[in-house]
């Protein structure tokens, strides 16, 4: 008996990212509630979070090298909402390279924008904005794609498979 290879093919997903509202001339602060924790109750919830675990222990032993300060899930208040970024670098020049996790590529860009915004607030500048994910999809811009560090630029897409 012979099994179709077609069993074998992975399944094509594509996820809808969420539109985020601007906050422009709102009042950002770092929240004075850091210790909150996002519910995670699918399998592939869980994946994601040991991922982003996983490229956070990963992060940590760059800031050393690069002479940075990593930040990691700091939650801010924007008005009366509240958003949390994944990771940032903090060099003394006060620049920043900003991270979002995710384990499969899904446009990050208004996210992104939005926490690029409220760092920018906050003082922080010039910020470089990265995508860190496990694997790309077929709609992942493959000219943003880097596989180093050292390579980042402006909405790099890092391919890190750790």
């Known amino acids: 008996?012979?099994?179709?290879?077609?069993?074998?093919?992975?399944?094509?997903?594509?996820?809808?990212?969420?539109?985020?509202?601007?906050?422009?001339?709102?009042?950002?602060?770092?929240?004075?509630?850091?210790?909150?924790?996002?519910?995670?109750?699918?399998?592939?919830?869980?994946?994601?979070?040991?991922?982003?675990?996983?490229?956070?222990?990963?992060?940590?032993k760059l800031q050393e090298q690069y002479g940075a300060e990593l930040h990691s899930h700091v939650w801010f208040?924007?008005?009366?909402?509240?958003?949390?970024?994944?990771f940032f670098f903090v060099f003394p020049s006060n620049s920043v390279i900003l991270f979002e996790v995710k384990q499969t590529w899904v446009d990050t860009s208004d996210q992104l924008a939005m926490y690029s915004y409220i760092l920018s607030e906050l003082g922080f500048g010039p910020i470089t904005c990265c995508t860190v994910c496990k694997s790309l999809t077929p709609e992942t811009p493959r000219d943003r794609v880097i596989y180093s560090f050292d390579a980042i630029v402006e909405d790099a897409v890092w391919l890190l498979r750790i």
Do not use: W
């Not at 422009?24 to 991922?51: H, I």
């Not at 208040?77 to 994944?86: L, P, V």
């Open 77 to 86: 208040k924007i008005g009366n909402r509240s958003a949390q970024t994944d």
């Open 1 to 60: 008996m012979s099994i179709p290879a077609s069993l074998f093919t992975q399944p094509v997903h594509t996820v809808v990212q969420k539109r985020r509202q601007g906050f422009e001339g709102l009042p950002v602060q770092v929240s004075d509630v850091q210790q909150r924790s996002m519910p995670c109750n699918t399998q592939a919830q869980r994946a994601g979070m040991r991922y982003e675990n996983r490229v956070g222990r990963f992060l940590e």
